[in-house]
Structure formats: structure tokens, C-alpha cells
């Protein structure tokens, strides 16, 4: 798009935009929530309440559901499990809790994933 059409394109936008907020700023349900709003923010700001507090007040349940899902996110992941690897064909073993061992990923490329989880033995 050349720069002259972006031009017309975005000012056509802004008038479209500054019609519809002319249309919205007439609307009187528009009116009301806003002076809601402002009341209720005057209201928390002289009790010194924020937003949370005012929602805890109103729905004590919210607050409840929500914070058996904060403390699994911050509790701590289960341990990965040590596997034991012993190779059939040179007798080598290896320990390891993940994936990112360098002779495991090498005996993987060598012989294929599937067969050499097939050598593992979970440890604990």
C-alpha cells in the first residue's frame, strides 16, 4: 500500500471512530455506567478499599475458588523419577533423571528411542 492510500485509509478510520464515539458519548445507559463508575471510585478512594477488596466484599466465594489454583502454581513439581539404562551390546549403564544425557542421546540416534527406552529400569 503506498503511503498516500495508508493516509486516507487511517483518516477514513478516524472518522468512523470519531462518529461512533460521538454516538456513544449521547447514549444515556453510556451516562449512567460512567457516573457509576465515577461514584464508585470516589466511594472506594474515601474508604480506602481497592477493586479486590470491593470484590471480596461482594463475592467472598471468587476469592475462595481462586486460591486452590495459586498454590499448585506456586507449590513445588514432582521430582522426576531416576531411570537406569544398561546397554545390551557394550554393557555400559547409565543414571539419569531427563532425557539431556549425552551418551543416552547418543545410544538414541545409534539404536532408536523406542529400543533404548526399551533398556531403562525405573529406579525410584
Keep these: 500500500m503506498s503511503l498516500i492510500n495508508e493516509y486516507r485509509a487511517t483518516e477514513e478510520a478516524i472518522k468512523e471512530l470519531q ?5 456513544l458519548s449521547q447514549d444515556d445507559k453510556l ?44 507449590g513445588s ?3 522426576r523419577k531416576v531411570k537406569q539404562y ?9 543414571e539419569t533423571k531427563g532425557g539431556n544425557h549425552k551418551t543416552l542421546k547418543e545410544w538414541k540416534a545409534k539404536w532408536g528411542a523406542a ?7 525405573l529406579l525410584g
Excluded: H
Design 19 to 23: 462518529e461512533r464515539l460521538k454516538n
Design 31 to 74: 451516562k449512567k455506567e460512567l457516573e457509576f463508575e465515577g461514584k464508585l471510585r470516589t466511594l472506594m478512594g474515601e474508604y480506602q478499599k481497592s477493586l479486590r477488596d470491593i470484590i471480596a466484599l461482594l463475592d467472598p466465594e471468587a476469592k475462595m475458588s481462586k486460591a486452590p489454583r495459586t498454590a499448585k502454581a506456586t
Design 77 to 79: 513439581k514432582r521430582a
Design 86 to 94: 544398561k546397554n545390551p551390546n557394550t554393557g555400559e549403564v547409565i
Design 115 to 121: 529400543v533404548v527406552e526399551g533398556w531403562a529400569t
